[in-house]
């Protein structure tokens, strides 16, 4: 059986992959964030392989927020993703050290302001 048999095209030219066949091209990656009801932010729950933009994100709603924990859903292609390496950790945050007006130590604190 050659991949000519196992594929049908749509008519809008996208290809119709039945159960069970692998194609020889794979979907991409994407890294899923999730932000909860409670929750200010959305968090990395997990990965998933699919097609498109769309179907990523239907794909997650159905596997990550099942139980209807989720407000908001973000999907990201990972090669989209550009990110630090744990390595340079001290060469990269290292610039903050210099500037010590980030730190609260920094600052004084007068006398006639209460709760501090």
Known sequence: MSMADDVTAHPEGEPDIRPGVTP???WPLYEVFVRGKRGLNHVHVGSLHAPDDHMALHNARNLYTRRNE?????VVRADAIT???PDEK????APSGDKVYRHPTFYEIPEDVPHL
């Open 70 to 74: 989720g407000v908001s859903i973000w």
């Open 90 to 93: 001290d060469p990269f945050f």
């Open 83 to 85: 990110a630090s390496s």
């Open 24 to 26: 020889d091209r794979t």
